[in-house]
């Protein structure tokens, strides 16, 4: 079965800071891995999704994660933070056909002005 | 025009009550799911269907039964509502099968009174 770990509960930065959650997954088998965040009181959004290939995705809003297969990790990483950014990040795994939509526990990142 | 439309966004019921939520999806998916997160942001998935077929049903109690009318609905009823069963429910569809990721309602917060 899948499972996902997100190393940091709570985050909280100062603008202009770098930012970098970590992911870990458990799957045997190749896996679709996705970023998605969550604004206070909306829905869940995309902001990354790594296939195949270039293990380095860029997402939007500034976002990228970098795909180490050996660790078995998916980080998520901005260069500089901006206050919009306050949110719920989760990271997600999905193993392919059959397999389940797995989130893992979501990180807060509070950005302070 | 809405890929993934929940119904209600919110939802304030006393203890004992029976209510439905319900979900519709225009994307054509075949899978949809129910996902509840708790106070603490946690995602939790609660049903799966697959061609109006259930494929996993995780841990919930039976009070909650997935209901699909068709392939683009997928509702959620809940009898004898309980005060820990306040939280926000999220439905999403997913192309089973492919490289794409799970697209998001935009949530139905769910009160006991």
């Known amino acids: 079965a899948q499972s996902v770990s997100q190393h940091n509960h709570h985050v909280i930065l100062s603008e202009a800071a770098s930012l970098e959650l970590g992911c870990n997954y458990s799957?045997?088998?190749?896996?679709?891995l996705f970023w998605y965040v969550q604004y206070p009181g909306q829905h869940l959004q995309l902001l990354l999704k790594?296939?195949?290939?270039?293990?380095l995705v860029k997402g939007i809003k500034g976002f990228e994660a970098e795909f180490i297969k050996s660790k078995f990790s998916f980080n998520l990483r901005k260069p500089s933070v901006q206050w919009s950014d306050t949110a719920e990040y989760f990271c997600?795994?999905?193993?392919?056909?059959?397999?389940?939509?797995?989130f893992g526990p979501g990180t807060r990142l509070s950005v302070l002005p | 025009d809405t890929a993934v439309s929940q119904t209600p966004k919110y939802l304030v019921t006393q203890m004992g009550n029976d209510k439905s939520i319900k979900c519709e999806q225009n994307?054509?998916?075949?899978?949809m799911y129910w996902y509840k997160q708790d106070s603490k942001k946690f995602l939790k998935i609660m049903f799966s269907?697959?061609?109006?077929?259930?494929?996993i049903n995780e841990t919930v109690p039976n009070r909650f039964s997935p209901k699909s009318p068709d392939k683009a609905h997928l509702n959620l009823h809940i009898n004898s509502l309980e005060l820990g069963d306040s939280a926000v429910y999220f439905c999403?569809?997913?192309?089973?099968?492919?490289?794409?990721?799970?697209?998001f309602g935009q949530g139905t917060r769910l009160t006991v009174v």
């Open positions: 999403a569809s997913f192309p089973r099968g492919s490289n794409t990721e799970a697209f």
């Open positions: 799957y045997g088998g190749t896996v679709n």
């Open positions: 790594y296939f195949s290939g270039d293990p």
């Open positions: 997600a795994v999905n193993g392919g056909y059959g397999q389940n939509f797995v």
């Open positions: 994307l054509g998916h075949d899978t």
């Open positions: 269907y697959n061609n109006k077929e259930l494929i």
